[in-house]
C-alpha cells in the first residue's frame, strides 16, 4: 500500500497554532523526501516547507518563521507545526513524498482556515 494521510486540520482564530500530521505508508519512508503544499481557491497550489532524507528543510517566505516541518522516521511521519496563523494562510493543505526529485505521492489533503 502506498499512502499518505493528512490530519490536524481544522478552524483557528489568527494568531493561533496548529500541528499538522502526515502518515506515511511508504517504504522505505527514510529515502523519501518529504514536503507540505497548500492551495487555496482560485490560486495556484504554493510550496509550503520540505524535508530531504538528509534533513535539509526549506520554507516558503510568506511562512518562514512561522512555519516548522519536521519528520520522525522511526514513526514514518511528517509534521508541520503552524504558529500565529495569519487568514492568508487558509488553504487546503497537502502531504507529499517525493522519492527523488519529483513529488509524486500525494495525500488528499486537510483544510485549514483561519479566521479574523
Known amino acids: 500500500q502506498v499512502q499518505l494521510v493528512e490530519s490536524g486540520g481544522g478552524l483557528v482564530q489568527a494568531g493561533g497554532s496548529l500541528r499538522l500530521s502526515c502518515a506515511a505508508s511508504i517504504r522505505p519512508f527514510n529515502n523519501y523526501a518529504m514536503g507540505w503544499f497548500r492551495q487555496a481557491p482560485g490560486k495556484q497550489r504554493e510550496r509550503v516547507a520540505t524535508?530531504?532524507?538528509?534533513?535539509?528543510?526549506n520554507y516558503a517566505d510568506s511562512v518562514k518563521g512561522r512555519f516548522t516541518i519536521s519528520r520522525d522516521n522511526a514513526k514514518n511521519t511528517v509534521y508541520l507545526q503552524m504558529n500565529s496563523l495569519k487568514p492568508e494562510d487558509t488553504a487546503v493543505y497537502y502531504c507529499?513524498?517525493?522519492?527523488?526529485?519529483?513529488?509524486?505521492?500525494w495525500g488528499h489533503g486537510t483544510q485549514v482556515t483561519v479566521s479574523s
Open positions: 524535508i530531504t532524507s538528509a534533513y535539509i528543510t
Open positions: 507529499a513524498g517525493a522519492p527523488r526529485t519529483l513529488f509524486i505521492v
